[in-house]
């Protein structure tokens, strides 16, 4: 299974942008898709998450209330809408995804996601 992110590019602080994930196979066989990122020189952040039926999503402090992490299952495609972006954004940003149940308390833990894409690069300049 892969999958493949996209919708990274050059923003400038204060505007938006769409990531997508797209699977290639139904994103309701995954339980749990999520999004993680990585600044240079930096460790890999959580960004959000999402379970199977959409209804229940996780958020990093630090873009809870500006990011919303939707999917849409039958395209199987995840979403990341980035609003007021700050140059602090600036990222590699991956997808992720787990076919097992993930409790709360790990949900923000790569390690407990068994399958990740390529990633795409997102650059917010002041």
């Known amino acids: 299974v892969q999958l493949q992110a996209s919708g990274g590019g050059l923003a400038q602080a204060g505007d938006s942008l769409r990531l997508s994930c797209a699977a290639s196979e139904g994103t309701f066989s995954w339980s749990v898709m999520g999004w993680f990122r990585q600044a240079a020189g930096k460790e890999r952040e959580f960004v959000a998450a999402i379970r199977r039926t959409g209804d229940s999503t996780y958020y990093g402090d630090s873009v809870k209330g500006r990011f919303s992490i939707s999917r849409d299952n039958a395209k199987h495609t995840v979403y990341l809408q980035m609003d007021m972006l700050k140059p602090d954004d600036t990222a590699i940003y991956h997808c992720?995804?787990?076919?097992?149940?993930?409790?709360?308390?790990?949900?923000?833990?790569?390690?407990?996601?068994?399958?990740w894409g390529q990633g795409t690069l997102v650059t917010v300049s002041s």
């Open positions: 992720a995804a787990s076919r097992n149940r993930i409790i709360l308390s790990a949900i923000r833990s790569q390690e407990m996601y068994n399958n």
